[in-house]
């Protein structure tokens, strides 16, 4: 059973930076595609950045602007992503994405991706 935790979140002035990570257990971890996605009150679940089973490659969302980096370390089974000059909009739960049917390519889409998280909540205060 795969199972993944996030953590890291909190409440960060606009301008800052946070680093998530998502700890995963319960398959081979280098082989697939990971990505993260957030949700803001009130609408839909939105991706954020994925990157694929080796992490030879990634993707990110055209908001992201270069501000955000995803990466992965696979000998400790986490994904990361580290955020910089943090919006008030981006105020949103963040989820930790995995799937097993994909490796060396990603998705960015939320159908792909079969396991989830339980969510860390970022608040970007103006």
């Known amino acids: 059973q795969v199972q993944l935790v996030e953590s890291g979140g909190g409440l960060v002035q606009a301008g800052g930076s946070l680093r998530l990570s998502c700890a995963a257990s319960g398959r081979t971890f280098s082989r697939y595609a990971m990505a993260w996605f957030r949700q803001a009150p009130g609408k839909e679940r939105e991706f954020v950045a994925a990157?694929?089973?080796?992490?030879?490659?990634?993707g990110y969302a055209a908001f992201v602007k270069s501000r955000f980096t995803i990466s992965r370390d696979d000998a400790k089974n986490t994904v990361s992503l580290q955020k910089n000059i943090l919006k008030p909009d981006e105020t949103a739960v963040y989820y930790c994405a995995d799937t097993l049917a994909l490796n060396h390519t990603y998705s960015r889409t939320r159908a792909n991706y079969e396991y989830w998280g339980q969510g860390t909540q970022v608040t970007v205060s103006s």
């Open positions: 990157v694929s089973g080796l992490g030879s490659s990634t």
